[in-house]
């Protein structure tokens, strides 16, 4: 249970040192073990914005929108917002 935000968190904090490639696997891992892991998703969608894959980001949060609308959380919010105006 501990394991899967560990790597959601974890995540996070490699996107965050621009360590890209390791911050995916840490998230994809994350979402595995829990698909609603804010923190997985919330890297996976910083990593394709930061690796300029926008069409690739909005369809990963498309496909999870569910995920944004069951609780509410800083995501659903972002979400909301962003999918008005996704660019």
Do not use: K
Not at 25 to 54: F, K
């Amino acid at each position: 249970l501990f394991h899967r935000y560990i790597m959601g968190i974890a995540s996070f904090g490699y996107e965050e040192f621009g360590l890209y490639e390791e911050a995916a696997q840490l998230a994809t891992i994350g979402l595995e073990c829990n698909p609603r892991d804010g923190w997985s998703a919330h890297t996976r969608a910083h990593v394709y914005e930061m690796e300029n894959h926008a069409r690739e980001g909005i369809e990963f949060m498309m496909a999870r929108v569910n995920d944004w609308t069951v609780r509410t959380c800083f995501l659903n919010q972002y979400f909301q917002i962003r999918q008005t105006d996704p660019f």
